[in-house]
Structures are given as structure tokens and as C-alpha cells.
């Protein structure tokens, strides 16, 4: 195995916290793996890892040699790239919110797979907290402001937010037409994962953010229960009108209020302060924040 293909295998071993886990990530065998770092431990004369039955961690040499081997693989494959022309290769590792993928990015994946034929993508779905370095995942999609300060943020699009519900709760709550109408009405409550706290309904008067709290008959932590809980007649939703367009173009919801429209939510890519962009990251980005701007053009990213 050559020094840069040593290098990437170390800091894959340093992120996925285990020999097996990166050796199956670069597709080697894990006596390979642990030659390699033997090897490398050799010939630098320092200790790099720390292996206990558990978890393999770096000492603090391995620690500054796995951040000079970052920089040293993001180089090079720059000036592969300058030089050659040659396209992004390997493995990227995604954390998406599913209704996101499925509306925003799925439609032109193949497209970006044919233009990056040598990339292979792993998608995987929640609105978790992922630890990025630990778990092996290059970059995520989220909705909200960021909150982690050890990632860097690009905004990539604004999703506008409604307020609806079905028309069979309408005939029996009413319309409302002021927020004052709010009054005896519902909400199906949803529970933020990371406050673990209900969030409440929230609309624009003159400019300023009012937030109302209704009772809610059932609470749930995931979108699409929320939105079928809303067809169901069992409360007031706020939601992205992308994810109930259909719906209200087939009159399975009504949006209500829309003078008091809640604050549109941010969507963003986040990727760790402490790792240089490789070129494959780099395209991937600049796509996604390509797609959201087609697919919401009065909401383009800033």
C-alpha cells in the first residue's frame, strides 16, 4: 500500500473509531488495515492509535498526523483534479431528512450520478444529531438554524411554512380568520428532538413573530405522522408547503391564516470545521444548492 492510500485508510480508522468498520468503508481487509497502521506506526516511530476492546482512538501524535493527512489528501486530490481534469471518485457519505431527499434531491440524482460516474453515494435518513467525524458521514441536510458550532453551515434554500388543516376539521372548529379565532381550536403538537419540547404555532403580525400554544390531543416527533394526523382531521398543522402542495391542490388540506404566514425555515449543508473539503464534497454542494434554487426560485439560498 503506497503513503496516500496509508494516509486515507489512518484517517478513515480515526473517524470510524474501528479497524473492521474502515477497512469495509475502502473495501480492504481488516489484516490489511491493520498491517498498514503497523506499518505506518514503524516507520514514523511514534505511537498513533489506541486500540481497546471497544474503540480505536489516536494519541496525540496520531491526533496532528490524522489532521496533516486531511490536508495532505484534500491536495492532492486538488491538483489531480487542476491538472488531469479528473472527476471527484470514492465514496460520499450523506445524512438527509427524508422528505427533503425525496423532493429536492431525488429528482436529479441521476443526472449528478451520470456527470460523476467514479462517485458512489450513501444516503442516510433522519433529523438526529449525527456526529460526522465518528460515524463516517461527509456532510448533512438539515431544516433549522444550525446549533452546532463545530460545523460549518451553507445555506442552500428557505422553505416557505403554512398553517392548514383538513376540511372536515374546519367544519367543526370553524375557519379562523384572526388568531383571536384560535380560540377552542387544536394543534396535532410536535416535539422538537432537540429540546424535547412541543413546539408551538407561530405567525407574522406586523412584522413580529407571535407564538401560540393550543391543546393537542396527540403529540409526535416525526413529520409524515404529523401530516397524516392533519388529513385525519385531529388538529392545526405548520408545516413546509412543499410537503402538503399535493394535498392542497387536491383539497385533502386547507391552508388557514395566510396573512399571519409562520417564519420560513432555513435548510442547510453542514460539514465539520476541523476537515478540508475534498473535491467530491465540493461538487455535491455546489449541486444541491443548484437544485433547491431550481426547485424554489423565489426562495433562492443567500
Known amino acids: 500500500m503506497d503513503r496516500l492510500d496509508a494516509m486515507r485508510l489512518f484517517a478513515r480508522i480515526v473517524e470510524r473509531g474501528s479497524f473492521s468498520t474502515a477497512a469495509a468503508d475502502l473495501g480492504l481487509p481488516r489484516s490489511t488495515a491493520t498491517e498498514a497502521v503497523q506499518e505506518l506506526e514503524r516507520r514514523l516511530g511514534v505511537r498513533l492509535l ?21 490536508a495532505i489528501i484534500a491536495d492532492v486530490e486538488d491538483a489531480e483534479s487542476a ?15 427524508g422528505t427533503l431527499a425525496r423532493h429536492f434531491l431525488l429528482p436529479g440524482l441521476p443526472r449528478f450520478l451520470s456527470e460523476y460516474p467514479d462517485l458512489q453515494l450513501h444516503i442516510g435518513e433522519g433529523d438526529r444529531l449525527v456526529d460526522l467525524i465518528e460515524e463516517g458521514v461527509d456532510c448533512v441536510l438539515r431544516a433549522g438554524e444550525p446549533r452546532d458550532s463545530a460545523m460549518v453551515g451553507r445555506r442552500v434554500g428557505m422553505l416557505e411554512e403554512v398553517t392548514c388543516a383538513s376540511p372536515d376539521y374546519l367544519a367543526r372548529f370553524g375557519t379562523p380568520r384572526t388568531l383571536d379565532d384560535l380560540q377552542g381550536h387544536r394543534m396535532i403538537g410536535f416535539v422538537s428532538s432537540v429540546t424535547k419540547t412541543m413546539i408551538p404555532l407561530e405567525f407574522t403580525v406586523d412584522g413580529a413573530l407571535r407564538h401560540v400554544t393550543l391543546p393537542a390531543t396527540v403529540t409526535v416527533s416525526g413529520g409524515e405522522t404529523s401530516h397524516a394526523l392533519a388529513r385525519l382531521g385531529l388538529g392545526l398543522l405548520q408545516v413546509p408547503r412543499y410537503h402538503i402542495a399535493p394535498d392542497i391542490a387536491a383539497g385533502r388540506l386547507v391552508e388557514v391564516l395566510p396573512q399571519f404566514p409562520p417564519s420560513p425555515t432555513p435548510v442547510s449543508l453542514l460539514y465539520p470545521h476541523s476537515r478540508q ?26
Do not use: M, N
Open 50 to 70: 489506541q486500540r481497546t476492546t471497544r474503540k480505536v482512538s489516536p494519541t496525540l501524535e496520531g491526533e496532528a498526523y490524522y489532521r496533516r493527512c486531511l
Open 83 to 97: 491538472f488531469t481534469g479528473a472527476k471527484p471518485r470514492g465514496l460520499l457519505r450523506i445524512d438527509v431528512y
Open 277 to 302: 473539503l475534498s473535491p467530491r464534497v465540493r461538487v455535491f454542494i455546489d449541486w444541491v444548492t443548484r437544485e433547491f434554487s431550481a426547485r424554489l426560485p423565489s426562495a433562492a439560498a443567500e
